[in-house]
């Protein structure tokens, strides 16, 4: 599976959009990118995928680049309960959804 | 939406013990998932399995075993618990037909060995 960089930790005011950004210049053309979230004392929830295409669901937005080798999740009109820490994982489709979770971007949603 | 629930949130037992981690998923998915997570170390796969009664290493098996005799049930065992096996444990589960196959996780169950 192909190594994900994403910044340690991002600010965002409350009802803007937050952008988070994930690069994974190594890349293969069979990885899905996938975002999962992990708020304090649970575990991870998932958040939304994609292969080549922008995605878009109730929760978010997924932009990839052309390339494929960056991308960015959107969360369009974060909320306090939006904090939490983002994990951008890419993974190849045939092994069983195996993923390899890294430490990810620490969100802050602030009044 | 499915459900990934785990027996225990929280859980305390002896070094030396043998301890039964449970987790069931309501979704009949085929793909089921054992993982800890530690300050630092991030997310690290136990072990996985692909469907009922077959199971895979992942990258830290050793001082753990598995079982998975019904498609819906995935059990995490700890032979002989070790104070370095506290930790928070976190089950998942994903389908081997939707598209990406994305994982669904319960809630963990935090275990300390003392």
């Known amino acids: 599976d192909a190594k994900t960089t994403q910044p340690t930790s991002m600010d965002c005011a409350e009802g803007r959009a937050a952008n988070l950004p994930c690069n994974h210049s190594?890349?293969?053309?069979?990885?899905?990118v996938y975002w999962y979230r992990q708020i304090h004392s649970q575990g991870p929830q998932y958040i939304i995928h994609?292969?080549?295409n922008n995605e878009t669901n109730e929760m978010a937005s997924l932009i990839i680049t052309e390339d494929r080798k960056s991308s960015t999740l959107i969360l369009p009109h974060a909320t306090l309960r939006d904090t939490a820490v983002y994990y951008c994982?890419?993974?190849?489709?045939?092994?069983?959804?195996?993923?390899?979770f890294g430490d990810g971007t620490t969100l802050t949603v602030k009044p | 939406d499915v459900k990934v629930t785990q027996s225990s949130r929280y859980l305390v037992k002896r070094t030396g013990e043998k301890v039964f981690l449970e987790c069931v998923q309501d979704?009949?998915?085929?793909?089921m998932f054992w993982y800890r997570q530690d300050p630092g170390l991030g997310l690290r796969l136990i072990y996985f399995?692909?469907?009922?009664?077959?199971?895979e290493k992942g990258d830290i098996p050793e001082g753990y075993s598995v079982s998975r005799e019904k498609k819906e049930r995935f059990s995490l065992i700890l032979e002989s618990a070790s104070t370095n096996q506290t930790s928070m444990y976190l089950c998942?589960?994903?389908?081997?037909?939707?598209?990406?196959?994305?994982?669904?996780f319960g809630d963990g169950t935090r275990l300390s060995i003392l």
């Open positions: 979704m009949d998915h085929e793909n």
């Open positions: 998942a589960s994903s389908s081997r037909q939707s598209r990406g196959k994305p994982q669904h």
């Open positions: 994982i890419v993974s190849v489709n045939t092994n069983a959804g195996k993923s390899t």
């Open positions: 994609g292969l080549k």
């Open positions: 399995s692909y469907d009922v009664k077959m199971k």
């Open positions: 190594t890349i293969s053309g069979n990885e899905y």
